[in-house]
């Protein structure tokens, strides 16, 4: 098997830098738009044939590392009681926001094993049709992230229910956030049982929270969730989106690897973030439109500086955007491999 991408993680020694990309499967790509042409988003992800079909896309297009699981974040809290839509202008819709205890107390611990079968069932499709070429990567929100699409009905431009909650009604928000975190337990574990080699917890939204906030409200969940995983004995990695101003917390999260975003210099990021940990980034999205020798600077740059981490994985700083070249990112998946080479 290739397992470079779970030695990478581990820290041990690899012969060339692993590669895979947030968001590897999905609209920028011809043959998810020719699936996605028949059929709902939400319905595709809870179809394990096709959402096999679509995660498998990547691998053969792109020849990364790694595949990760079709799914979103947002599965999860269809299972918990919440209505859920995805509209093609707004993206998630999720109609009846949570604003109060009544709220939060009317949510369900999802039985996974009962209430999202076809998760289970897309992992073992997977790791069958996968045959060990790469490992298979599942994934979660973090809990504040998730609580801030509960909270806020959907994506938001400053967050205002939910720091609102957070400052005028902070047991509510605690409470809301204890739920998520047992919720989040099972659901990973569940993914990791099915199958699941490694698991990255998405934690979009952390950013827009002041360091002494995030300490209080978000950390120490996320910090629960991880150090529950690791039991299972299988990589942790935590991306954390505009990570810069709480690295220091982010430290301390107990995860084996912490994904980065592009707003800092992954030099910067590995300085804070030590030896023990491996570091995984950090490209912008926007670079896979730059010239091809531009693109092959950039992806150098981080190889370059990532050689100073404990181990490196080579990323995004967050997802593909839906207009990207594709022969962009085939290029830059060469360009990791060509270039990432230890020498
Ligand atoms: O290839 C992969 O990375 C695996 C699949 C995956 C999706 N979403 C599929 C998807 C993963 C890991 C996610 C995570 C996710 N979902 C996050 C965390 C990462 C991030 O981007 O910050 C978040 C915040 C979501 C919530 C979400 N899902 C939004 C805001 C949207 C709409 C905007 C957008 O980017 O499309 C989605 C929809 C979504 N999730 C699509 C895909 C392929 C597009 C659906 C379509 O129209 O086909």
Redesign the pocket.
Known sequence: MNDTFLRACRGEEVEYTPVWL??????YLPE?QTV?SNID?LTLCKNPKLAAEVTLQ?VDILGVDAA???????IPLEAMGMRLE?S?KE??VLSEPIRSKTSVEKLIIPDVEDDLPFIFDTIRILRKELENKVPLIG?S?APF?LAT?MIEGG?SKNFLHTKKMMFQNSPVFHYLMEKLTDMLISYLSFQIKAGAQAVQV?D?WAGILAPVDYKKFAFPYVKKVISEIKKERVPVIYFV?NCAGILKEVKNSGADVIGVDWRVDIADAIKKLGKKITIQGNLDPCALFLPKEKLEERVKDILWKGETAKSHIFNLG??VL?QTPVENVIAMVEAVHTYGRRR
């Open positions: 947030m968001r590897q499967a999905g609209r998810y996605r988003f990547p990760i699981l079709f799914s979103d974040i947002l995805f093609d993206g998630p994934f929100g992230t699409y994506t998405f979009s989106n967050h997802g839906p």
